[in-house]
């Protein structure tokens, strides 16, 4: 990779203030996802380095806590320009590593830099709160204080948003944090940290601890089980977020979860077509349709549904797929083996059941981990895709005759991240934004992230939410304070 700033390219993970190698010296492979070629080496961690990290964290913790907030803003916010300015680079590494399109990983930059400019405000308004007291001589009053250790797993499909979420949020509590990112996508997770370095993080505050596949099991178990990390937030699959959650009650830490979704996206006769199969792309081809919002079930009411499906095929086939980093391509390559037999499976399933495939429906010519973008027409409840996330680049279709019937399909899942509509009618609005049983609701809109808003799902979802004015609240206990006066 030949980067404007060559120094962002770590090797070493970051422990303490320190680049260290693992205590092993054992290193794991980091590959291009399109071309699959090596891109670099990283140290393979086991549990004594994460144990170091927690250490270093723990040793940090203190000093971080006392310094005022003010100065805590200042850094972060230096740490946000300072991602701004080596965006290009940033977005290089996010392609390299994760497959998306150039344009996608500039715009997950400013994603993440967005939350540390909002955590680095959002730090000076950490306030409490003074409560009219019960008796005439008390007084009341509820401060915020930042929980301790925090450690966060992160997934490789926005490798730089969603670590500048949790740690912008926990930093900006007075947390001191560890992160373990994915395997496929350490380099990204290494530059943040080099260039919160570089902004004047002191030394412990922020550590990254990279491993592969193999060992995240026996750190994940190791970070949940110390006694010495008191928040963990994990971003990922539902499987693995039951088990942390588990695996951290034993300590009974604070543990927020964003976990998988199956999101709906419902076409309302009276939607204007045009526009919903424009959000329709936004919200599923995304990342090569690998994001925890991506729409997975698109409800069309009756008679619009056959229309809807062959204006999206048709409009899904000008998506050009190739190598992220290559001009003009809005689709690159899915993350791995597993993820390409996944989709695989739900095509296979949707065709047995009756479904149409419409488009694509096969593994794409270009090779490697490259699916076609496909859609599919007449999908069913029975189908595979109705109740797993595809987590690839699959649109089925399912028609729907009224409101009362789609909502029930909608919320008939264990899942309930983000959910998607089109309407013009205005009382109709209401009406589904109180009935869908999600965290979140897009009306009219594809796209609803933002740092300013509280991020996150109910149900087998997660727990907790990220961004907005909620999301430093992860990181901070609430202590209520009673005094007693001479009156
Ligand atoms: P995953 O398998 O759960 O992995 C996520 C992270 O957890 C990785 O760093 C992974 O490392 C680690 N991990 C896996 N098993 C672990 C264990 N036993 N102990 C500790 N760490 C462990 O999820 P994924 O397939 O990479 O990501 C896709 C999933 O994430 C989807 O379900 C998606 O919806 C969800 N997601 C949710 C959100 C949200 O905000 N709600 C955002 C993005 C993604 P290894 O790979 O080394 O195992």
Same mark, same amino acid.
């Given at each position: 990779?030949?980067?404007?700033?060559?120094?962002?390219?770590?090797? !070493?993970?970051?422990?303490?203030?320190?680049?260290?190698?693992?205590?092993?010296? /054992?290193?794991?492979?980091?590959?291009?996802?399109?071309?699959?070629?090596?891109?670099?080496?990283?140290?393979?961690?086991?549990?004594?380095?994460?144990?170091?990290?927690?250490?270093?964290?723990?040793?940090?913790?203190?000093?971080?806590?006392?310094?005022?907030?003010?100065?805590?803003?200042?850094?972060?916010?230096?740490?946000?320009?300072?991602?701004?300015?080596?965006?290009?680079?940033?977005?290089?590494?996010?392609?390299?590593?994760? &497959?998306?399109?150039?344009?996608?990983?500039?715009?997950?930059?400013?994603?993440?830099?967005?939350?540390?400019?909002?955590?680095?405000?959002?730090?000076?308004?950490?306030?409490?709160?003074?409560?009219?007291?019960?008796?005439?001589?008390?007084?009341?009053?509820?401060?915020?204080?930042?929980?301790?250790?925090?450690?966060?797993?992160?997934?490789?499909?926005?490798?730089?948003?969603?670590?500048?979420?949790?740690?912008?949020?926990?930093?900006?509590?007075?947390?001191?944090?560890?992160?373990?990112?994915?395997?496929?996508?350490?380099?990204?997770?290494?530059?943040?940290?080099?260039?919160?370095?570089?902004?004047?993080?002191?030394?412990?505050?922020?550590?990254?601890?990279?491993?592969?596949?193999?060992?995240?099991?026996?750190?994940?178990?190791?970070?949940?089980?110390?006694?010495?990390?008191?928040?963990?937030?994990?971003? /990922?699959?539902?499987?693995?977020?039951?088990?942390?959650?588990?695996?951290?009650?034993?300590?009974?830490?604070?543990?927020?979860?964003?976990?998988?979704?199956?999101?709906?996206?419902?076409?309302?006769?009276?939607?204007?077509?045009?526009?919903?199969?424009?959000?329709?792309?936004?919200?599923?081809?995304?990342?090569? &349709?690998?994001?925890?919002?991506?729409?997975?079930?698109?409800?069309?009411?009756?008679?619009?549904?056959?229309?809807?499906?062959?204006?999206?095929?048709?409009?899904?086939?000008?998506?050009?797929?190739?190598?992220?980093?290559?001009?003009?391509?809005?689709?690159?390559?899915?993350?791995?083996?597993?993820?390409?037999?996944?989709?695989?499976?739900?095509?296979?399933?949707?065709?047995?059941?009756?479904?149409?495939?419409?488009? /694509?429906?096969?593994?794409?010519?270009?090779?490697?981990?490259?699916?076609?973008?496909?859609?599919?027409?007449?999908?069913?409840?029975?189908?595979?895709?109705?109740?797993?996330?595809?987590?690839?680049?699959?649109?089925?279709?399912?028609?729907?005759?009224?409101?009362? !019937?789609?909502?029930?399909?909608?919320?008939?899942?264990?899942?309930?991240?983000?959910?998607?509509?089109?309407?013009?009618?205005?009382?109709?609005?209401?009406?589904?934004?109180?009935?869908?049983?999600?965290?979140?609701?897009?009306?009219?809109?594809?796209?609803?992230?933002?740092?300013?808003?509280?991020?996150?799902?109910?149900?087998?979802? /997660?727990?907790?939410?990220?961004?907005?004015?909620? &999301?430093?609240?992860?990181?901070?206990?609430?202590?209520?304070?009673?005094?007693?006066?001479?009156?």
């Amino acid at each position: 990779m030949q980067l404007a700033d060559q120094t962002l390219l770590r090797t !070493e993970a970051f422990i303490g203030g320190r680049w260290c190698p693992a205590a092993d010296n /054992g290193e794991t492979e980091v590959v291009n996802a399109a071309s699959r070629d090596p891109i670099g080496r990283v140290p393979n961690m086991g549990p004594a380095d994460a144990e170091r990290a927690i250490n270093a964290a723990a040793t940090a913790f203190p000093q971080w806590k006392r310094i005022v907030a003010y100065e805590r803003s200042v850094i972060l916010r230096r740490w946000c320009d300072l991602v701004r300015e080596s965006a290009d680079d940033l977005a290089q590494m996010i392609t390299a590593e994760g &497959g998306k399109p150039l344009p996608e990983s500039r715009a997950e930059v400013a994603y993440a830099a967005g939350f540390l400019e909002w955590f680095a405000e959002e730090a000076r308004r950490a306030y409490g709160d003074v409560i009219p007291p019960h008796q005439a001589d008390k007084r009341l009053l509820v401060v915020r204080q930042p929980i301790g250790v925090a450690a966060a797993i992160t997934p490789w499909n926005f490798p730089a948003a969603m670590i500048a979420r949790k740690a912008a949020a926990a930093l900006a509590a007075g947390c001191t944090m560890l992160v373990k990112p994915a395997p496929q996508t350490p380099l990204t997770a290494l530059a943040l940290a080099a260039l919160a370095e570089r902004a004047g993080l002191p030394a412990g505050v922020l550590n990254v601890v990279t491993t592969d596949a193999s060992t995240s099991p026996e750190i994940g178990k190791l970070i949940c089980e110390s006694s010495l990390v008191r928040a963990l937030s994990f971003t /990922g699959s539902t499987t693995v977020g039951k088990l942390l959650a588990a695996q951290a009650a034993a300590t009974v830490k604070k543990v927020s979860l964003e976990l998988g979704g199956n999101a709906p996206f419902i076409v309302f006769a009276d939607a204007d077509l045009e526009a919903a199969v424009e959000g329709a792309i936004a919200a599923k081809f995304r990342n090569a &349709g690998q994001t925890c919002i991506c729409a997975n079930r698109f409800y069309v009411q009756q008679p619009l549904a056959d229309a809807f499906a062959r204006l999206l095929a048709e409009r899904v086939s000008g998506l050009k797929v190739g190598a992220g980093d290559t001009d003009g391509v809005a689709i690159g390559p899915l993350i791995d083996e597993r993820g390409l037999a996944k989709v695989e499976r739900h095509v296979a399933d949707a065709q047995a059941c009756g479904g149409t495939i419409l488009l /694509g429906g096969h593994r794409h010519a270009l090779g490697g981990t490259f699916f076609e973008p496909t859609v599919i027409a007449g999908a069913t409840s029975g189908m595979q895709i109705a109740h797993e996330e595809t987590f690839g680049p699959l649109a089925a279709v399912f028609p729907f005759t009224d409101e009362p !019937e789609v909502i029930a399909l909608a919320n008939a899942t264990e899942y309930g991240l983000a959910s998607y509509f089109y309407s013009r009618d205005l009382s109709r609005a209401f009406r589904m934004a109180e009935a869908l049983d999600y965290g979140m609701v897009g009306i009219n809109t594809g796209m609803l992230s933002t740092p300013t808003a509280p991020f996150g799902g109910v149900k087998a979802s /997660g727990i907790g939410r990220e961004g907005g004015r909620e &999301g430093m609240s992860e990181y901070q206990e609430l202590k209520y304070i009673c005094l007693g006066i001479d009156e």
